[in-house]
């Protein structure tokens, strides 16, 4: 079983709707990230936080809006997505952030499809 | 060119057969070097670090050419249960880790 929860797994969302996804991790990391995994495309890093604090946000649009409101979980906001938007959101953890040489620990993903 | 590059394949390869695939990165300063394995419609797990000594865990063994800025995994003795994707990921410019795109390994019986 994997130390990263993520809900729902599943979701199905209008243009107009505004909906979040949930990760929490029970590994005591220090580390939290959000990456987009398209078809056939490399995982995409979106956001990392480290101890709550935001420290990367990759050029993401403002239609996808993070909040870490302590170590063990996650969310990320969703409102007004494109068809683009359409992918499966991975949540990982890690004891600490890059350069570190440490494990990234996944959450099975939610899958998001935007109609 | 893409900062960490892979052959998608699928690669079809006969259980038992040995079974090899390199990445190749485009960063001279990359420190760091790892493959994860993910399963379909699974979330990717870590395989193995790769060092610049090279590395073995059981049938699998990473390399590291930072000449020719690439590393490489061997399977050998392949089984069923290997059949998945495998992703080459390597340490960008700001440490941040750059996610390949994948080489699809399918062994069959």
């Known amino acids: 079983e994997t130390g990263v929860t993520q809900t729902p797994r599943h979701l199905v969302m209008g243009m107009t709707n505004k909906k979040s996804l949930k990760c929490e991790q029970h590994?005591?990391?220090?580390?939290m990230y959000w990456y987009k995994q398209s078809a056939k495309k490399p995982l995409e890093l979106m956001f990392v936080y480290n101890f709550k604090e935001q420290t990367e946000n990759n050029s993401v649009p403002s239609r996808f809006s993070p909040e870490c409101p302590n170590s063990s979980h996650l969310f990320l906001h969703l409102h007004t997505l494109q068809p683009e938007d359409s992918a499966l959101y991975l949540c990982?953890?890690?004891?600490?952030?890059?350069?570190?040489?440490?494990?990234?620990?996944f959450g099975q993903g939610t899958r998001l499809t935007v109609v | 060119r893409k900062e960490v590059e892979q052959d998608p394949g699928p690669f079809n390869v006969p259980e038992g057969a040995t079974v090899a695939f390199n990445c190749t990165y485009s960063n001279s300063a990359s420190q760091s070097f790892f493959w994860y394995r993910q399963d379909c419609r699974k979330e990717p797990k870590l395989l193995m670090s790769v060092y610049s000594s090279g590395n073995e865990d059981g049938r699998f063994t990473a390399q590291l050419n930072r000449a020719s800025q690439y590393i490489s995994l061997l399977i050998r003795d392949s089984k069923l249960s290997d059949s998945a994707t495998y992703l080459c990921?390597?340490?960008?410019?700001?440490?941040?880790?750059?996610w390949g795109a994948g080489t699809k390994l399918i062994i069959k019986p």
């Open positions: 590994l005591g990391h220090n580390a």
């Open positions: 990921v390597v340490s960008g410019s700001n440490y941040q880790l750059i």
């Open positions: 990982a953890s890690s004891q600490e952030e890059p350069p570190s040489n440490t494990e990234a620990f």
